[in-house]
């Protein structure tokens, strides 16, 4: 039986890119922001544990826990060695889907050095008790390397089939690699709970191709969901100069950077003179001037009443969290709250009560719980 995720209506192909709107502010009365930890350094993911408790990566240091409202004081042990430079670090956490059976989380981070670095994938297992991962193994390395800490991707999500989709940048200053079919940068790439390669990837026994590549024509991918309630993949990018894209992700597609691309080089120089091109996805939005978006999150809770099935987006440059309205795959409406803090915002999870989870990416980074006022 093919997957759920290759499985899916072709959207994106007949879908012009939409420019970004006109944003709605929600007043700050309409909701309630609780700090629920401070202290982290740039705190880059959450995972939400069975027993209450929350995993937090830290991108400069380490894996902390925090448990009946507070912190720990010390991360959790046998975190895998991380090349801490630029964009790099310890990035993703993210539960095994049987996580309540076998205490299986997966972290994303940068290996290496500064002449040879990798988006990596280690799993593990969490012993509570132990404060500690035990059995951890390197799962996946990007290929090849590349001697420059910006744009590792490192965002990953778990299918409905087992399968996970892993997002990885382009390396800054290898964006023609993003073309490439041989190399890793610039793709998403789909992979077993072990690692290994599924037999229905779109470029399994293809000459020239790497059988993990799931999508390519990626810029700097920092979030990717799957919408239980359309049964679609969401990703956003970060643009150059303008041009920051969400998309929907289909097995086999072409994404288009940098052959197409809705921003500047950050010279002001025009990377290329096209904005489509055949055979090449439209995005379904662009926003510019960019906002940098960073975590992304669906909303299927019940909290936030008319929120179901909207895409909730953290962002660095405009400080604030967006709201983008979706209706039948397609963006109708876009609204920001949390601005009035003015702190960069990295990553944005739904609890299991529906409630929102941000992470500023701060030095002095926080978990702000934000709530609708009743």
């Given at each position: 039986?093919?997957?759920?995720?290759?499985?899916?209506p072709v959207f994106a192909a007949v879908l012009a890119a939409a420019?970004?709107?006109?944003?709605?502010?929600?007043?700050?009365?309409?909701?309630?922001?609780?700090?629920?930890?401070?202290?982290?350094?740039?705190?880059?993911?959450?995972?939400?544990?069975?027993?209450?408790?929350?995993?937090?990566?830290?991108?400069?240091?380490?894996?902390?826990?925090?448990?009946?409202?507070?912190?720990?004081?010390?991360?959790?042990?046998?975190?895998?060695?991380?090349?801490?430079?630029?964009?790099?670090?310890?990035?993703?956490?993210?539960?095994?889907?049987?996580?309540?059976?076998?205490?299986?989380?997966?972290?994303?981070?940068?290996?290496?050095?500064?002449?040879?670095?990798?988006?990596?994938?280690?799993?593990?297992?969490?012993?509570?008790?132990?404060?500690?991962?035990?059995?951890?193994?390197?799962?996946?390395?990007?290929?090849?390397?590349?001697?420059?800490?910006?744009?590792?991707?490192?965002?990953?999500?778990?299918?409905?089939?087992?399968?996970?989709?892993?997002?990885?940048?382009?390396?800054?200053?290898?964006?023609?690699?993003?073309?490439?079919?041989?190399?890793?940068?610039?793709?998403?790439?789909?992979?077993?709970?072990?690692?290994?390669?599924?037999?229905?990837?779109?470029?399994?026994?293809?000459?020239?191709?790497?059988?993990?590549?799931?999508?390519?024509?990626?810029?700097?991918?920092?979030?990717?969901?799957?919408?239980?309630?359309?049964?679609?993949?969401?990703?956003?990018?970060?643009?150059?100069?303008?041009?920051?894209?969400?998309?929907?992700?289909?097995?086999?597609?072409?994404?288009?950077?940098?052959?197409?691309?809705?921003?500047?080089?950050?010279?002001?120089?025009?990377?290329?003179?096209?904005?489509?091109?055949?055979?090449?996805?439209?995005?379904?939005?662009?926003?510019?001037?960019?906002?940098?978006?960073?975590?992304?999150?669906?909303?299927?809770?019940?909290?936030?009443?008319?929120?179901?099935?909207?895409?909730?987006?953290?962002?660095?440059?405009?400080?604030?969290?967006?709201?983008?309205?979706?209706?039948?795959?397609?963006?109708?409406?876009?609204?920001?709250?949390?601005?009035?803090?003015?702190?960069?915002?990295?990553?944005?999870?739904?609890?299991?009560?529906?409630?929102?989870?941000?992470?500023?990416?701060?030095?002095?980074?926080?978990?702000?719980?934000?709530?609708?006022?009743?």
């Amino acid at each position: 039986m093919r997957p759920i995720v290759l499985a899916l209506p072709v959207f994106a192909a007949v879908l012009a890119a939409a420019p970004a709107q006109a944003v709605e502010i929600i007043d700050p009365s309409r909701y309630q922001v609780t700090e629920i930890a401070a202290g982290l350094d740039h705190p880059w993911s959450i995972a939400f544990l069975p027993d209450g408790s929350m995993l937090v990566t830290e991108r400069n240091a380490g894996l902390r826990v925090i448990r009946d409202g507070a912190l720990l004081p010390d991360p959790v042990a046998n975190v895998p060695p991380t090349f801490v430079s630029g964009q790099g670090g310890l990035l993703d956490v993210v539960l095994h889907p049987d996580f309540a059976q076998n205490q299986t989380i997966y972290l994303t981070y940068s290996s290496g050095d500064d002449s040879a670095s990798a988006t990596t994938v280690a799993r593990a297992r969490y012993d509570a008790a132990a404060h500690a991962l035990l059995d951890v193994a390197v799962i996946f390395s990007a290929y090849p390397t590349k001697d420059t800490p910006q744009h590792y991707g490192g965002r990953m999500v778990f299918l409905p089939d087992g399968t996970f989709v892993l997002t990885l940048g382009d390396g800054f200053n290898f964006r023609e690699q993003a073309q490439k079919l041989d190399s890793d940068l610039g793709k998403f790439v789909r992979l077993n709970a072990d690692g290994s390669i599924p037999a229905d990837n779109p470029f399994v026994g293809r000459e020239g191709a790497r059988g993990e590549i799931f999508t390519y024509g990626h810029r700097n991918p920092q979030a990717i969901v799957f919408n239980p309630l359309d049964g679609r993949i969401y990703a956003h990018e970060h643009g150059p100069q303008g041009g920051d894209e969400i998309n929907l992700i289909e097995g086999g597609r072409n994404y288009g950077w940098p052959a197409i691309t809705y921003g500047l080089d950050y010279s002001g120089a025009i990377i290329t003179p096209y904005t489509e091109l055949p055979g090449m996805e439209q995005p379904l939005y662009v926003w510019t001037p960019s906002i940098a978006p960073a975590g992304m999150s669906v909303y299927t809770g019940d909290l936030f009443a008319g929120w179901k099935g909207d895409l909730i987006v953290a962002a660095l440059v405009s400080t604030d969290l967006r709201r983008i309205d979706m209706e039948g795959g397609k963006v109708v409406g876009e609204y920001s709250l949390l601005a009035e803090r003015e702190e960069r915002l990295r990553d944005v999870r739904m609890a299991p009560d529906g409630a929102l989870y941000v992470l500023t990416d701060e030095d002095d980074g926080k978990v702000l719980r934000v709530t609708p006022v009743e």
